[in-house]
């Protein structure tokens, strides 16, 4: 749906069911693969098996966002590898109102040393084919991630695998989010480089990355994008948090959320405050709500109590501040025209 604020039904409910009644997002990432496993076993990550990453990910969905939890969440993100059977998500008691998100990645994708790995789907699938087992195994919505930059070597590529999966989702009529992740043109996502550098360019890359892939071409339906700017160092480059968000959100055609990145909870509140101040319409976080309970002996309890806590706080500054999603384009739900009938 663009300006016009007119969608087709699939994707009207697809977002209407990730969303919450106000037509906010308020998501739970779960779809993290090796870097769930450095939280598992930070010595041996390599030596988690895919049991345990899924005993894993079944605790992190069931006690966020199962029948018997009580957070807040409006939709959960899981990965098309470990998360897709049904045994398995029947066993996270899902509630019927949280939207199921499935990313469709590959891990691991691209050679080693590239300055950004180029994408593709996992188990080497074409797009349509992807998408398509996505929406059987019972997604509302499909989650890309993309690593790029607008004058990035890969940026071609990105680019086409963008507008294929753009395409599938038109073709499948399912939402399509959209999670394009920066990088130094010099020194890729993989290595290190000065965090302090990076974050004086960021805000340039970030905004100019959502100008680009938030064109119609690209059938992106919420843009799950980064905070602009690096709270660690705003305040001493002299960069105005509300500016940037401002900013970004003008720039920005579709609804847009904020990612946490991995970042510690109280630096994502930092980021969500603004966020939601200056357009966003909620966010999507995974491991600044749940990170410290994987490695706690008691991971349940930490999860109910201290995970909850975290998810519902980030709740209620998106009830109070966050902009519904369709008023990206209208006032009001009620003047949507869906498209419905052959």
């Not at 059987?136 to 990105?158: D, E, F, I, N």
């Amino acid at each position: 749906m663009r300006k016009d604020g007119v969608v087709t039904n699939g994707k009207f409910e697809g977002l209407t069911h990730i969303s919450n009644l106000q037509g906010q997002f308020a998501i739970v990432a779960t779809d993290q693969r090796d870097d769930l496993r450095k939280l598992i076993n930070p010595q041996n990550p390599e030596e988690v098996t895919s049991e345990e990453l899924k005993t894993v990910k079944k605790a992190l969905i069931r006690n966020l966002a199962g029948k018997k939890s009580p957070g807040k969440a409006s939709g959960i993100l899981v990965d098309a590898i470990y998360s897709r059977e049904r045994r398995f998500l029947e066993s996270c008691n899902l509630r019927a109102d949280i939207g199921l998100l499935m990313g469709i990645e590959a891990s691991e994708y691209g050679p080693k040393g590239q300055t950004a790995p180029e994408t593709s789907v996992f188990g080497g699938l074409e797009a349509d084919e992807a998408v398509r087992r996505v929406k059987m195994w019972g997604a509302a919505a499909v989650k890309l991630m993309v690593y790029y930059h607008p004058s990035g070597p890969t940026r071609r590529h990105q680019e086409s695998v963008v507008r294929a999966v753009g395409r599938a989702c038109e073709r499948n009529d399912i939402p399509f989010l959209l999670e394009p992740l920066s990088h130094h043109l010099e020194v890729g996502p993989s290595k290190n480089m000065d965090a302090k550098k990076f974050a004086e360019i960021k805000p340039g890359i970030v905004i100019e990355t959502a100008r680009e892939l938030s064109k119609p071409e690209y059938g992106a339906d919420v843009l799950k994008a980064e905070y602009p700017l690096d709270v660690r160092f705003a305040e001493e480059l002299g960069q105005d948090p509300s500016d940037a968000c401002r900013e970004l959100d003008e720039t920005c055609q579709i609804p847009w959320v904020v990612l946490s990145a991995g970042v510690d909870f109280d630096e994502f509140v930092e980021a969500l405050k603004h966020s939601v101040e200056n357009g966003a319409s909620g966010f999507l976080c995974g491991r600044a709500i749940w990170k410290e309970a994987v490695a706690s002996p008691d991971m349940e309890g930490v999860l109910l109590e201290t995970g909850v806590r975290r998810l519902n706080r980030l709740v209620e500054m998106v009830e109070r501040r966050g902009r519904p999603w369709y008023k990206k384009y209208v006032s009001s739900i009620s003047e949507i025209d869906v498209i419905r009938g052959e």
